[in-house]
């Protein structure tokens, strides 16, 4: 089990914040998607970053990562048939680009291969 991590900087915070905002707008979710997936009490942003800054606080910022990929993942099979449809795959694309990078930015920054 990874050992647990430095608590996430008021700038990182805000930076997760504007990150799931984006994300979410990208992928036409919303805040209920988000709660659905990581199983929170409520669908409020502060109670969304504090699921995710436990996730980071107990596996570490690779985990994090991983979590996120694995809900876009969830997403993406639970609308593979409407996405291609509707001609949203480079939306979807944009946006698993965008978790691939983050998670591999992540890699760099631990020198995790995980």
């Known amino acids: ?3 647990p991590s430095l608590p996430l900087s008021t700038d990182q915070l805000d930076d997760l914040q504007a990150f799931l905002k984006d994300w979410l707008r990208h992928t036409g979710r919303t805040q209920a998607d988000l709660r659905r997936a990581l199983r929170t009490s409520s669908i409020r942003m502060p109670v969304l970053i504090e699921e995710l800054q436990r996730i980071h606080n107990e596996q570490g910022l690779t ?10 993942d969830l997403w993406h099979n639970e609308d593979s048939g409407s996405v291609e449809c509707s001609g949203g795959s480079e939306l979807l694309d944009e946006s698993l680009g ?14 995790s291969d995980a």
């Not at 985990?63 to 876009?72: D, K, S, T, V, Y």
């Open 1 to 3: 089990m990874p050992s």
């Open 98 to 111: 965008q978790l691939d990078l983050l998670l591999e930015q992540i890699r760099l920054e631990t020198g």
């Open 63 to 72: 985990a994090l990562a991983q979590r996120l990929c694995g809900i876009e």
